[in-house]
């Protein structure tokens, strides 16, 4: 590694100097010891792997199987499914619950604002069972409402701060050239919000697509009850590691995908002139604290 | 409504099982959190690709997909533990990717004066790092640290669907009892909503007492 790298990586950072010939010397050394016992890591659970034969023909067989390739894919059908549904609900939600909390009837307000703060802090598991338990309603609807609920409430407050971000003069110059105050905030206030948040607003549905998989917990047919389903199949010697190892990278690319994709937008919209008078958010979900 | 006062050591086991699991979690999740983002900011290449990927991979993992692999899945390398440390295991993991991000960015935004300041006075790099760096992090870090928990506390429902030690997982032995199940889960609502915002409280606290004013 070069100096000029490892200098450009740590600018930002007020623990170290420019290192000198020997620290860089002592850096190597550490490196290659860090390396060495990473490998190790790597190699023992390999070994692992190896030793409780995990890699034998039986384990891996059924993945041959045409009707079992179909159940996994019907799995990750039903996955993208309640995403689909999840999102555009949770989004539909969100600007609802946002306009109540940003309206200026009290009323309506306090509604909306004990309806978003209820539904953070709750966990999306605790909703999903009720409807699921309770309300006795099948497991697809009852995991995009419990997801709708929770996401739609977050989005609200996302989209709620994305309006509050955008520059005062923005509102003031609108209602200054003779706007009401719907005028105001479809045309001047939620444009240029929406930009802003797009990618937290992302982020927020990576959390709805993780969260997807509690729908195993209520027995929807996704993509992870089609692996248990597999999984337990005594015919091929139980193969519960390999189906781990083939599931696991497909959910989690997913998921790193619609992040990288959050990400791509950040960057994207920060250089875009339509931003000027509002900040970006960095790509991540939201992180307030309950209760401000 | 007699749901709470008849089954009151049902919920009580169940409260305390979750209030145990997150606390335990939160232990794991910030004291692994805090390695990985020394990894991180380290002037290693191969410690900062580690913490990279662990990062990376973790936020990205749904959290039934680690308890499912971890629940199942380490039993068959001959690791039977309880399912308590399991689910620690798994919360605390999950949970350290996000803490570690926490603090990254904290660290990141001290100011670069202020630690060539220190080191221009002859600090050594543990006086720089504990008494320069480290406390101005801390301030920035404690509303997202809180919501971080906050999210752990919930997501420790998770474990309460695959046992019943924990309050989501009463609502099982409750229903078999014949009680209204609304009811049922109403008490347990309750109880999550006495932990989240009981952490939300003391962050709240530690805010208004540490926190600065940007």
Known sequence: MTAHALHGELESTALYDLPGPRTRRRHLVYGIASTAVILGLLAWILYLLFDTGQFTATKWSPFLYKGIQELVLRGLGNTLKAFAYASVLSVLLGAVLAAGRLSVHRPLRWAATLFVEFFRAMPVLVMIFFIFVALKAQPLPALVAGLTLYNGSVLAEVFRTGINSVERGQREAAYALGMRKTQVMTFVLAPQAVRAMLPTIISQLVVALKDTSLGYLITYEEFLHAGKLIASNLDYDLPFIPVVMIISPIYIGMCMLLSWFATWVARRERRSPKTAAVEVAPAEPETVLPGR | ?214
């Open chain 2, 1 to 214: 409504m007699y749901v709470l006062t008849e089954n009151f050591a049902l919920y009580g086991k169940g409260f305390w099982g979750t209030v145990q699991l997150t606390v335990y979690a939160s232990l794991l999740a910030l004291v692994l959190g805090f390695v990985m983002a020394s990894f991180r900011v380290a002037p290693i290449g191969s410690l900062r690709v580690f913490g990279t990927v662990w990062v990376n991979v973790l936020r990205n993992t749904p959290l039934t997909l680690l308890f499912f692999a971890v629940l199942l899945g380490l039993p068959r390398f001959g690791l039977v533990l309880p399912f308590q440390v399991f689910a620690v295991l798994a919360l605390g993991c999950y949970t350290s990717a996000f803490i570690c991000e926490v603090l990254r960015s904290g660290i990141n935004t001290v100011p670069k004066g202020q630690g060539e300041a220190a080191r221009s006075l002859g600090m050594s790099f543990g006086q720089t790092l504990g008494t320069v760096v480290l406390p101005q992090a801390f301030r920035s870090v404690i509303p997202p640290i809180g919501s971080t928990l906050i999210a752990l506390a919930k997501n420790s429902a998770i474990a309460g669907a695959f046992s019943v030690n924990e309050l989501l997982g009463t609502y099982k032995t409750l229903s078999e009892l014949g009680y209204n199940i609304v009811w049922t889960f109403v008490w347990i609502a309750v109880g999550y909503l006495i932990i989240t915002l009981s952490i939300s409280a003391l962050f709240h606290v530690l805010e208004k007492r540490y926190g600065v004013a940007r």
